[in-house]
């Protein structure tokens, strides 16, 4: 089974729609990352949590929300949509203990197009 | 502010022959460097890490350059093969508050042709 999931896989929504992604992992870190991934940008940084309790903004995060479940789930929402926010989605983990390579592991991608 | 850039946005080569990408940075030097790999429509896979005071780095037909002086890391690939086709991924270390987070560059796009 794979390490980190993200569910849906594929979206369609329309735009003024709240959506959710959702990620799960199965590595005990604590911390997860939000990304978005567009073609010419490269990866961009929307949140990231350094555990539950301790959640922060990236680079881009106008227009999103998250919520920190638990340990491993750690959710996206788009409270309404808007067309450019099309775009594939990431999520990741990585290990900050001291020493760690803070190599970040990363889930499938949710690719989300709203119309 | 923190940047990273990676010049080139494909590269294609022939089998066999090395490739190199390269990745610039700017202001100070990261803590660390990493590269990935990303396939079509999958998440980035994690390569190789490198340290500020380490000059290079090598797993099997990868190595890693970290040059402090022209802010460069090069990443090379020898003997490459098709299967090597891939985006390749360069990502700076953050620092302060966000020690651990990542910075990535837009991506080289690596062709090996039979």
């Known amino acids: 089974d794979a390490d980190v999931t993200q569910t849906p896989r594929n979206r369609i929504t329309k735009t003024g729609k709240r959506i959710m992604l959702e990620c799960s992992q199965t590595?005990?870190?604590?911390?997860m990352y939000w990304y978005r991934q567009d073609p010419g940008l490269g990866l961009r940084l929307i949140y990231y949590?350094?555990?539950?309790?301790?959640?922060n903004k990236g680079e881009i995060s106008d227009g999103y929300s998250v919520s920190r479940q638990a340990q491993a789930k750690f959710s996206l929402s788009l409270e309404s949509a808007i067309p450019n926010q099309t775009a594939l989605y990431f999520c990741?983990?990585?290990?900050?203990?001291?020493?760690?390579?803070?190599?970040?592991?990363f889930g499938p991608g949710t690719r989300l197009t709203v119309t | 502010s923190q940047k990273i850039e990676q010049n080139s946005e494909a590269l294609n080569i022939q089998e066999g022959k090395t490739a190199t990408l390269t990745c610039n940075y700017t202001n100070y030097s990261p803590a660390y460097l990493q590269w990935y790999r990303q396939d079509p429509g999958r998440g980035p896979v994690f390569l190789l890490l490198i340290r500020e005071n380490e000059k290079e780095k090598r797993k099997e037909r990868l190595k890693v350059t970290f040059d402090t002086t022209l802010k460069q890391s090069l990443f090379h690939i020898t003997a490459s093969q098709p299967a090597d086709s891939a985006t390749y991924l360069c990502?700076?270390?953050?620092?302060?508050?966000?020690?651990?987070?990542?910075?990535f560059g837009k991506g080289t796009k690596l062709s090996v042709k039979p």
């Open positions: 990502a700076r270390s953050s620092t302060g508050g966000s020690q651990g987070n990542l910075i």
């Open positions: 949590s350094f555990d539950v309790k301790d959640i």
């Open positions: 990741a983990t990585s290990d900050p203990r001291p020493g760690s390579s803070y190599e970040q592991y």
């Open positions: 590595k005990g870190h604590d911390r």
